[in-house]
Each structure stands twice: as C-alpha cells, then as structure tokens.
C-alpha cells in the first residue's frame, strides 16, 4: 500500500531498524477507519462514469443498470446478516443510521412509551441523539458497564418498564472491542415486546452477526469500517416476528420504502455490499489470523513491560482490537514518540475538547489509566511483521518515557501515587 | 496537530532529566499537577546559599510533548538565573518560545506553578534553617 504521507524525519529516534518488507506509517488505527480494498474499489468503478444512472430512473437502461448495482448490493448485505432485502435501508453511514433507528423508533412508537435505555459506552452517535429526544421529553436510562466493559443483564431486566419502547446497545465498542451479549439483550427486549436496535458498526463483518438468532431488529451498518467507502452505510429494520416501524428523519420523495429519502450513493452502495460479500467469505480465516496477531502484539509488549493493563473483556472482544494501558506514562507522549504508527490514544490530551475517553471512565479504572491508554486496531491489511514492529517501538517509547516520568519514580520508590495529596493546578 | 521544531526537539532531547537529593537543604522540589489531569511535573533546583543562584536543576515530567517540552525548557532557564530572576519567568514565555498552540497553553501554566513550587520549597527550607543555626551559637 503506497503513502505519500510525510513522516518528519526528527520525531524517529528508535533503535529498532525498518524490518524487510514494512512501509512506513503503519497504519494500526482500523477502528477509526479501514483502508479500501482493492477489489471493492474495482467493484465501484462503473458506476462513477459508465453506469451513472439515478437507480430511482426507471423508465431508461442507465437508471436500471444503476438499479442493478445496488439491489445485488442489498443482497449481499442481508445475506451477510441473515436479513431479506426488503429490510435493508441505506444511509449515509452509521452516524445516520444510529439517528434514524433511534430517532425513528422514538416517534413511531410515542403513544405506547416514551422510554429509551441505552449504554454509558455507546458511540456518540448514539449517546447525543439520546440527549436530543430528553430535551424531547423522552426519558433515558444509560446503563452503567462492569469492570470488563459488560453490560450486566440484570440492570437491563431491572431498568425495563411498560413505558420503555427501545433498547440500543451496540454488538462491539469501537475503542475497547468488547463484546456485548446481543442474543440475550435481543430476548429479554422480544419477551416484553421492546424493540432492539444495535449499533453493529464495529461487529458487521468481522464477527457473525445474525439478526434472526440475535435477536435483532434495528442495527447500524457502515461501510468504511469494513474495507469499504466512507459516507454509506445502511440500517436493518426487521419485517417479520415482529414487524418493526420507523418515521423517517429525512423527507423528499420516500425513496427506501418511505424511510430515507434521496438520490441512492450508487457507487458507495455497490462498495458496502462487495465489502459485506469479501468481509463474509473471508471472515473465518480473517478473524484466525487477526487474533493471532493481536494475540502476539499483546504478548510481545506484556511480557517485555510491567504495569500494563488490558481495558476490557478479552474473552468478548474483536478479535483485532487490543487496547492497554500503560501507567506512568501519558498517551499522546507515547503516540509522539511512535509517530510513525497510527493508533490512538484514550487520553484527554489527544481530544479536542480535553476530556479523557469516556469509556475508558465507565470501566471504573480511573483517569490516569485512561490518560495512559492506546487503542491498537489490527486490521486486513497489516502483517507480522509490522506487528513485531510496532511491539518494539512501544516497548522502547515507553520505557524512555518512564525515565522521564515522575510517577514511575514515586511507584519505584515505593509510594503509593493515590495516597498522594496533589496539587493540582 | 502538529508540533513546533523546539517542541520536537526538547521532546528528542529532553535537557536535564533527573532527580536532585530532596532531602538537600540546597534544593527545592516543586510537584505540580494531578495524574487524573494527565499532567504531573516535578521540578527541582539547587540553589547556591551565598548567590541565591540556582546551579542545577531537573524535571520528570508525566503528560504530553507539550508538557514535557515546556518543563524542559524551564529547567533551561533557570539555570544560572537567581532565584528572583526565575521568578519572573511567565508562562506565556514558554508559550511563545515553544509556540504552543491554544489548547496546550495550559502546559506552560503547569511549568511556571513547578518553577514557582521548587523555589518555594527551597525557600522554605531556608527559613527552617536560621533558627537551628541561632541554637547553635
């Protein structure tokens, strides 16, 4: 994969040579985004200048060719999650999709309740829209999470009452991985007649996810999580057992069966369904070989530094995903000093509005862990080789930051850093 | 966001990572900062008693480049400098020196507090001092 991205020749001061066969920045950052894969951008090309058509003409060969793209796209993302295509909706991407369900539901089931519950976790997508229906008058429960990032079944059983109407509790959290139990939330929501919507975004095509034997009846779907383009994705809304609802939040001609109005992203369309075709051939051996090197990635940097703590359930979690903390050291320090890979960090530092993640927060571990976090988001493209790389470059980083740290020489002194009186500024 | 050169460079080449004995009368120990902010600096100066120069100085510091660089750049300069002098050192010096951008202005804020926390404490020990040398007579 070529880059014209410059990497500033002062910030790599590593002892760790480039190792045969890596190109630098590694890119490591796949919960972020993914990079297209070839063939989906193969897939795509028609459609930009020889079947240009508005799938919506259907009265000329370029409408019905266009037509053509996107219905085989539709199938391809329903037979990926067990749906039909009638109950595909597309969007511009997950962030829609999210307000659509949420949003839609809300409205089209005002008159039986006005109760949402949802998760402290939750992408922001899901989260704001939340805030927006209680300036509404709807009323939400934000669920906490366990020590492991896990919802716990019980406090959904309890929070439910005969005013809820929606459940949304997404399949994998895009900063921690895990994993949360669908099938059983779906259940619970199916006994008391809630509708459940999950933001699938992370999960799709990465792990199995089938709306039938999950329980599902609304998720969110996004393309460019999934080696595909970015700004479409699609929502699934179930027809049968039971037949689900929702109002639109987009008018204009009722395209989408009258859920979401305007002109179809034909070419982004037929990327999501390629990437959902790719994504489910290959996501048996995907997700063996992604394991493996996550797997590596966490043995090799744990057993060469203490003090590291893994953020969430490794039992439940993506199988590429790692994301640690690493104490005594601040992470957008530590990012700086391995510039030359892309990944993220969970401290406040390396957010525009100075909040450390919110996530990191709800699993209890406390801010200065979640300050010292990084996410590591393994994906289809990268290889042992960077793996091995970026081990070394994390190990050596951090080691130099804690020479320079203050709390790595109080911890080693022996002090115990919470009992400290801080002054803080 | 992208970093100045000074700042790349301090956090390359951090001037002056260490420790002094806290436990000196010579030297001040200034700890500034919270780990649940993401910012602990810890600063220290010896200080020359006849002069009232400072001669040595050292930081750790926990927090990000900016951070790291700004108190880099204060044990730069304090250095030499009395403690009075250092005394006037601002923050927004660090910040212009360094060009830090809005959001990490904060750092350099952080720095000055751990300039001002060190010589504090030195001063302290100071005044602690002259009434064991009274008895002594």
């Not at chain 1, 994969?1 to 002892?15: A, G």
Request: proline letters at 4%; charged letters at 25%; aromatic letters at 6%.
């Amino acid at each position: 994969m070529s880059t014209d991205v410059k990497i500033p020749q002062e910030l790599t001061v590593s002892k760790h040579a480039v190792p045969e066969g890596v190109k630098l920045p590694i890119y490591m950052d796949n919960h972020a985004t993914t990079p297209m894969d070839p063939r989906v951008l193969e897939e795509m090309l028609p459609y930009f200048m020889e079947k240009f058509g508005n799938s919506a003409s259907r009265n000329h060969s370029f409408g019905w060719a266009a037509e053509e793209g996107t219905e085989l796209a539709r199938e391809r993302i329903a037979k990926l999650i067990g749906a039909t295509t009638k109950e595909i909706i597309f969007t511009s991407g997950a962030t829609e999709s999210d307000n659509l369900a949420i949003k839609g539901a809300a409205e089209m089931y005002r008159e039986k309740g006005n109760h949402i519950i949802t998760a402290v976790t939750e992408h922001k997508a899901v989260l704001d829209t939340c805030k927006r229906l209680e300036k509404y008058g709807y009323r939400v429960t934000y669920l906490p999470v366990q020590k492991d990032g896990l919802i716990d079944l019980d406090d959904l059983k309890r929070a439910m009452d005969d005013k809820t109407i929606l459940v949304s509790i997404m399949a994998a959290n895009n900063e921690i991985g895990v994993l949360q139990p669908i099938t059983e939330i779906g259940k619970m929501c199916r006994e008391r007649g809630v509708i459940f919507h999950t933001d699938a975004t992370q999960a799709i095509g990465k792990i199995p996810v089938d709306v039938n034997k999950n329980n599902i009846d609304l998720a969110s779907i996004s393309a460019h999580k999934m080696y595909g383009p970015k700004g479409v994705g699609a929502l699934y809304v179930r027809r049968k057992n039971p037949r689900v609802q929702i109002s639109a939040i987009i008018d204009g001609g009722g395209h989408e069966r009258g859920m979401r109005s305007g002109t179809l992203n034909v070419p982004g369309i037929v990327g999501l369904g390629k990437a959902c075709a790719i994504c489910q051939e290959e996501m048996q051996q995907e997700t063996a070989r992604l394991s493996g090197l996550r797997d590596r990635l966490r043995e090799r940097i744990m057993s060469r530094l203490d003090e590291t703590y893994i953020n969430g359930s490794m039992e439940h979690r993506l199988p590429g995903n790692l994301n640690i903390s690493f104490a005594y050291v601040e992470g957008e320090s530590l990012l700086m000093g391995i510039n030359d890979i892309a990944v993220s960090s969970g401290s406040a530092c390396t957010s525009a509005t100075l909040e450390p993640s919110y996530v990191l927060k709800a699993l209890g571990a406390g801010d200065d862990l979640a300050h010292s976090s990084i996410r590591f988001g393994i994906g289809r493209f990268n290889t042992q080789a960077e793996v091995d790389y970026v081990a070394d470059r994390v190990i050596e980083t951090v080691e130099r930051l804690r020479e320079l740290s203050p709390l790595y020489e109080m911890a080693k002194e022996g002090i115990n850093l919470k009992d400290v009186k801080w002054a803080a500024e | 966001m992208s970093y100045s050169d000074k700042v790349i460079d301090h956090y390359n080449n951090p001037r002056n990572v260490g420790s002094l004995d806290k436990n000196s009368t010579e030297v001040g120990t200034g700890l500034v900062g919270a780990p649940e902010c993401g910012d602990v600096m810890k600063l220290q100066i010896r200080v020359n008693r006849e002069t009232n120069v400072i001669e040595e100085a050292k930081f750790k510091t926990f927090g990000c480049g900016s951070a790291i660089a700004s108190s880099s750049l204060a044990t730069e300069w304090v250095k030499g400098k009395t403690v009075d002098e250092a005394l006037a050192i601002k923050n927004m010096d660090i910040v212009k020196e360094l060009s830090l951008p809005p959001v990490k202005i904060h750092c350099s804020v952080l720095a000055e507090d751990a300039i001002r926390a060190a010589i504090g404490d030195w001063k302290k020990k100071q005044a602690a001092e002259k009434p064991v040398a009274v008895e002594a007579k």
